[in-house]
Each structure stands twice: as structure tokens, then as C-alpha cells.
């Protein structure tokens, strides 16, 4: 016995509906598997540029960090050389009695000097001075430092003078600046790359 019409019908539309319902579920199966690929390959490529840029941003800090290291070494060299100096200033500043003798018989035979110049030098080192060249402590008999010329009669002041470590001969017609820093700070022009060749020469 056939049927009746609508439980064909009924039938049919379940067998399409469950058609159907594979279908989507394939197609839905389908574009996920899709989905998930593109992301995968959209995460690998975003993680490609990551690295790619990263490893750009590494290399240029490392280049920057030798840079730094070497101006920083270059400017430590500097400063060491510039320390030698100020120890050689700190030196001069510091001598005294024999030391301090030779230094200023040293500085005046170098130059033209008449011989009854006066030495002027800061109150603050008037002490140091008399005591280096006079054995009688008196400023108008430096026997120490005249007897080493004939044509010496030097003299000892302190009236004020802007020169604070060494000394100004001084004359009605000249004067003769000895000053320590002055005469450092010219040697060090004269000597700066010099010494720097000799203090890192092994390096």
C-alpha cells in the first residue's frame, strides 16, 4: 500500500534537511580549517616581520653600544691624560725648599732678566717661597737664588698679583709671568698627543 502524499513529502524534506545539515557542517568544517590556515599563516608572517625587525633593532643596539664603548674608552683616555696633567700642576703647586729653588732658577735662566727684578707672589704661598730662597728669611736677601748669578739681586713681595701658584718677576719695564697653570696648560698643547700615543701605545 502506497504512502500518503504528505509522509513522502515529510520524508523527502528530512532526507534533504539531513543532505543539507552534512553539507553545512562540511562547509562550515571547510572554512574553518581555512580560517584557522590564514591565521596561521597570517601569525607566521607578523612573527617573520617581528623577528626581522627585532633582529634590526639588536643588531643597531649592538652597533650603538660599540660606539658607546668606544667613545666611552676614547673619553676615559682623555681624561686619564688630562689627570696626568693636573698631577704635574698639583706637583709644582706642591714644591717647596730645594725642589722649589731649582724649579724657579730653572724658569728665570730661560729667560733676559736684568737681575734686580722682584719676585711677586701670592700671600698665600709668600711663606714657601722666602723659606726656598733665602736662608736668612728675608725678602731682600734671596742669597739662594742670587748666588747662583753674578748678576742676581732679586727681591720678595707679596703684593697682590691674579697669579696664584708661582710667580711674577717684575721690573719697571716688563713683567715676566710665571705662572704654573699657565706654563702646565702650554706644555700639556705642546705634549697632549704625544703622551696620549705613549700612555696607549700597547692598546
Do not use: C, W
Request: glycine share 2%.
Amino acid at each position: 500500500m502506497k504512502k500518503p502524499i504528505y509522509e513522502r513529502i515529510l520524508n523527502e524534506a528530512e532526507a534533504e534537511a539531513k543532505v543539507l545539515n552534512e553539507e553545512t557542517k562540511a562547509e562550515a568544517k571547510r572554512i574553518l580549517e581555512a580560517g584557522k590556515s590564514e591565521i596561521i599563516r597570517q601569525n607566521s608572517e607578523e612573527l617573520t616581520r617581528l623577528n626581522s625587525r627585532n633582529k634590526e633593532r639588536l643588531t643597531s643596539f649592538k652597533e650603538r653600544q660599540e660606539k658607546g664603548l668606544v667613545t666611552f674608552e676614547e673619553q676615559v683616555r682623555q681624561e686619564l691624560v688630562v689627570e696626568v696633567f693636573h698631577e704635574v700642576y698639583t706637583t709644582l703647586s706642591n714644591l717647596k725648599d730645594k725642589e722649589l729653588l731649582a724649579f724657579v732658577i730653572h724658569l728665570i735662566s730661560k729667560e733676559k732678566v736684568k737681575g734686580d727684578e722682584v719676585l711677586l707672589v701670592s700671600r698665600q704661598n709668600f711663606t714657601k717661597f722666602l723659606s726656598a730662597l733665602s736662608s736668612t728669611k728675608d725678602p731682600l736677601n734671596l742669597d739662594l737664588l742670587n748666588k747662583t748669578n753674578t748678576n742676581y739681586n732679586f727681591t720678595l713681595s707679596k703684593e697682590p698679583t691674579h697669579v696664584e701658584e708661582g710667580f711674577l718677576l717684575s721690573s719697571k719695564e716688563f713683567d715676566l709671568i710665571f705662572d704654573f697653570k699657565e706654563i702646565v696648560n702650554e706644555y700639556q698643547k705642546a705634549n697632549e698627543q704625544r703622551i696620549y700615543n705613549e700612555l696607549f701605545k700597547d692598546e
